[in-house]
């Protein structure tokens, strides 16, 4: 029987161990934290359990896959709720509020009151989005990439124009949509891909087909259900699961992996090693330098997702002008992803996402109270004292009152956290405290992203959103699956029907 050494619980990391153990490895999983799950974290505080990382519960069919891999189902794991509306957006400067209810005649009859004639074009854009999400599922994110004919096939060729994977995300949506608006509506969900939709490759609005056709979800009990449900699969199939065991090194002899050193002085040998750790750590700092596929210089070029600026709040009342998840847009929304990735710095207007779970699920909040995770997407690499924390907080919750109808909030705050840059780069080794990991630049994308194999060390391959196929929690379940196929010769560009 093979061993395999996974280092790292996130979702990538457990999927892995999961899918390995299924096929007959003896996994054992490392994890430097407390808690399995990655970003994927939870915490709770005076009653409030709060989801730390990742809320939006999106593309249930590649979760259906995986679990389906797993010979499990969904739904005797999670207690699936559709969410409707699925989410609500707020506008600077304007009290109209915008509900998407994933309904199309619902959300084409909004989008008409807003531009004209727009509901058909709608129409005609989740077509478009529902085909690239069909042909990305079916021929691109499911394939491993090792050489450039392997991204520019023949579908690719004969199809490019209609795949749109050369164009840029926000001329194509102004091919539709005329009013800002609807093209922040539409451009939002760059966001989750960690990049600016000035910059990235219009074949990602295939994301609009996951929540306006697909919907958006919510897993009673709170997302990090998802994470125990992975974490019992993966122990059921046999996997060893060790949490507050971080990593020192990878053991490599003669070129090959054969373990891993733990900073307590254990060693665990194996066969093979995947990490799910950040993969500019686990290159850096886990590897020794002759080992390393990346240079530091690689790493220095790169473009990195935001970083977050967090608050976990406790609010002494419900918040009746909020639903599950809220979108706030700034006005100058050229100008806001300028601050993030141009010119970084604390954005003077920023967009922000506030998730009020306790609107659908009371167990995350005590009997009348109010949950509420907020988060503004900040440049990764900046420095902020505490000081500035705070009045960034006070800031933020400022403008929540004003432009949300949460008069009276910061009055009914009784417990924050606050959650940044050196957070993340705490808890998870994220290069330069990013919240995500790579950009989706169109040259951080599929070829053009880090393989999931070292070219250094035989036996040491990657899964996690640094790899492909990317960003996104049941992305980085793919990625497992990648993993997979890579270990295993496999080279069919769709999803396994079995293992």
Not at 81 to 96: A, E, G, M, N, T
Not at 309 to 316: A, C, E, H, N
Request: charged share 25%; with cysteine.
């Amino acid at each position: 029987m093979s061993k395999l050494v996974v280092i790292g619980g996130g979702i990538g990391g457990l999927g892995a161990a999961g899918l390995f153990a299924r096929k007959g490895y003896d996994v054992t999983l490392v994890e430097k934290n407390a808690n399995l799950g990655g970003r994927a974290n939870i915490f709770e505080s005076d009653g409030f359990k709060f989801d730390m990382g990742p809320s939006w519960y999106l593309a249930p069919d590649i979760f259906e896959h995986f679990f389906r891999l797993m010979g499990e189902r969904v739904e005797d794991h999670l207690d699936l709720v559709k969410l409707s509306p699925s989410y609500r957006i707020f506008f600077r400067h304007d009290p109209d509020r915008l509900d998407i209810h994933s309904d199309i005649e619902r959300d084409a009859a909004a989008f008409d009151a807003i531009e004209p004639g727009s509901g058909e074009k709608l129409r005609a854009y989740l077509k478009q989005s529902e085909y690239q999400y069909g042909v990305a599922t079916e021929h691109f994110m499911f394939k491993n990439y090792d050489r450039i004919w392997d991204f520019l096939n023949k579908r690719v060729a004969t199809e490019g124009q209609k795949l749109s994977v050369f164009s840029k995300m926000h001329n194509f949506v102004s091919r539709f949509f005329k009013t800002k608006k609807l093209q922040q509506v539409m451009e939002y969900t760059m966001v989750f891909l960690g990049t600016s939709p000035y910059e990235a490759p219009a074949l990602y609005n295939l994301m609009s087909h996951m929540d306006f056709n697909q919907g958006v979800f919510y897993p009673q009990g709170g997302f990090y259900e998802l994470i125990k449900a992975l974490t019992n699969i993966a122990e059921k199939n046999g996997a060893t699961l060790l949490t507050s065991s971080p990593v020192k090194r990878i053991i490599v002899e003669n070129g090959n992996a054969r373990g891993v050193e733990l900073a307590s002085g254990e060693v665990i040998e194996a066969d093979l090693v995947i990490s799910n750790a950040d993969m500019e750590h686990t290159e850096s700092r886990l590897l020794d330098n002759g080992h390393r596929t990346f240079t530091e210089r690689y790493w220095r070029k790169r473009v990195m997702a935001p970083s977050a600026f967090i608050m976990y709040l406790g609010v002494s009342e419900k918040m009746p002008a909020l639903i599950h998840h809220n979108l706030l847009f700034s006005e100058d929304w050229r100008r806001n992803f300028s601050e993030i990735y141009d010119d970084p710095r604390l954005p003077d207007e920023p967009s922000l996402y506030v998730c009020a779970p306790s609107v659908t699920d009371p167990s995350v909040a005590p009997k009348g109270k109010e949950n509420l995770f907020v988060l503004v997407p900040i440049a990764s690499g900046l420095e902020i004292n505490e000081d500035e924390k705070e009045r960034y907080a006070d800031r933020v919750l400022a403008l929540m009152e004003e432009e949300m109808g949460l008069t009276g909030l910061r009055q009914k705050i009784e417990y924050k956290r606050i959650y940044t840059v050196e957070n993340f780069a705490a808890d998870y080794n994220a290069y330069r405290g990013s919240a995500l990991g790579l950009a989706h630049t169109l040259m951080q994308t599929a070829i053009f992203r880090p393989k999931n194999f070292s070219k250094k060390v035989k036996g040491l391959y990657y899964v996690g959103a640094g790899t492909n196929p990317g960003i996104g929690t049941q992305i980085c379940l793919i990625s497992a699956e990648l993993a997979y196929k890579r270990v295993h010769g496999i080279t069919s560009p769709g999803p396994l029907s079995q293992l």
